[in-house]
Antibody, heavy 125, light 110 residues
Framework: EVQLVESGGGLVQPGGSLRLSCAASGFTFSSYWMTWVRQAPGKGLEWVAN????????YYVDSVKGRFTISRDNDKNSLSLQMNSLRAEDTAVYYC??????????????????WGQGTLVTVSS | QSVLTQPPSVSAAPGQKVTISCSGSSSNIGNNYVSWYQQLPGTAPKLLIYDNNKRPSGIPDRFSGSKSGTSATLGITGLQTGDEADYYC???????????FGGGTKLTVL
């Protein structure tokens, strides 16, 4: 059974840092892209970043570029999100998810088939 | 404001059918596959539809997806009270190089 368990959320002051972790099990972690998606209170989903199965390629939404770093440890089946210079607008539940990618007839197919339960990050003084 | 546009809410009676639209552009829906997610209150999102119209194992055939041009549609038939949730469309945006989601649609089963 695929399981994704996030940890590391909490209350942090503006300008502070936090590191989120996601422990994966039930599948060959090193074969899959992984992603972080967040959801501000009462708002919709916002994709944050993803990372290729070998860590060689990473993409970020503009609002976190230069502040957040996604990484993975395939030996430990673990995904991380280092968040620096946190702002009030980063307050959200952060989900890790497994991503599947493929290209068919020149069209990209990308979607998240398994999600963790989420961890809440609150940025406030 | 979301890159993909969804209606904020839809409603229908139990047993009826509802459709949820998702509108985008040539850089996202027009040239990439669309997925749909269901988020029940207080829970994580769950994949409902991928590659425009495919259902993962365990998703009932009451749920269907389609795409035409730069728009996609989620259809739900035989509505049940347990279908009350927020629904999101998503796809890759080839210009932004990120995954984009719609703003979400709240389904109420009256």
């Amino acid at each position: 059974e695929v399981q994704l368990v996030e940890s590391g959320g909490g209350l942090v002051q503006p300008g502070g840092s936090l590191r989120l972790s996601c422990a994966a099990s039930g599948f060959t972690f090193s074969s899959y892209w992984m992603t972080w998606v967040r959801q501000a209170p009462g708002k919709g989903l916002e994709w944050v970043a993803n990372i290729r199965h070998d860590g060689g390629t990473k993409y970020y939404v503009d609002s976190v570029k230069g502040r957040f770093t996604i990484s993975r440890d395939n030996d430990k089946n673990s995904l991380s999100l280092q968040m620096n210079s946190l702002r009030a607008e980063d307050t959200a539940v952060y989900y890790c998810a497994r991503e599947l990618w493929g290209k068919y007839s020149d069209f990209w197919s990308g979607y998240s088939d398994y999600w963790g339960q989420g961890t809440l990050v609150t940025v406030s003084s | 404001q979301s890159v993909l546009t969804q209606p904020p809410s839809v409603s229908a009676a139990p047993g009826q059918k509802v459709t949820i639209s998702c509108s985008g552009s040539s850089s996202n829906i027009g040239n990439n596959y669309v997925s749909w997610y269901q988020q029940l209150p207080g829970t994580a999102p769950k994949l409902l539809i991928y590659d425009n119209n495919k259902r993962p194992s365990g998703i009932p055939d009451r749920f269907s997806g389609s795409k035409s041009g730069t728009s996609a549609t989620l259809g739900i038939t035989g509505l049940q009270t347990g279908d009350e949730a927020d629904y999101y469309c998503g796809t890759w945006d080839s210009s932004l190089n990120i995954v984009v989601f719609g703003g979400g649609t709240k389904l109420t089963v009256l």
